[in-house]
């Protein structure tokens, strides 16, 4: 259609997922963040290594294992270089990969402070009648889809689900719930007839 536009925006979350661990030195649940720091302990031919965290509140620290006994021999050792030296690109996805996580840790908080990126894929000729947003998310995003739209469109929250309500606003695949949090492949469609 020439009316449609069409635009990519790729959300690159700021900040990893944090897990909810008991801190024993706050006496409480507590968020902890990565350290961003590996530390490794070869014991003879075989190799442990953990993900740092500290705790939010006092700076305890949560080892979060990544390697457990592991065979020297069975680890490539470009990987292993990665892991003594703390490499920053090998933390990240570390941190990032919230499922692996969430084995180790049970509760986990997805924060939703994000850098969005937008590019235009298609634009028509005529005035601009329908947005289509693909929504690129390589790593997960606590962010709602709420709140993207509100934050990128600068509308309200309340007139965002007024707009999914008289399906104005439709998401795909996942429906009207634009309370979740946005995800790779996403596809939003917003009818601008009528609103400016
Ligand atoms: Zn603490």
Known sequence: MADVLRVQW??????APQPWL???????ARRFRSSDRIRVNANGKRVDAWLIYKCTGCGSTWNRPILERRPVRSIDPGFL???NT???????????????????AGRVEECDDALVTR????QGTTPTRQLEILCSVPE?????????????????RSRIQQLAKTGDLVAFPQGPNLRRPVRDGMR???NLAGHS
């Open 119 to 122: 590019t235009v894929l298609s």
């Open 22 to 28: 008991t801190c024993s030195r706050c006496g409480e």
């Open 86 to 104: 703390s490499e920053a690109m090998l933390t990240r996805r570390l941190a990032f990969d919230v499922e692996a996580l969430r084995r180790s």
């Open 140 to 156: 997960p995003v606590g962010l709602r889809v709420d709140r993207l739209l509100a934050n990128e469109l600068h509308l309200s």
């Open 188 to 190: 939003l469609v917003l």
């Open 10 to 15: 790729t959300i690159i979350p700021r900040t």
């Open 81 to 83: 270089m990665s892991l």
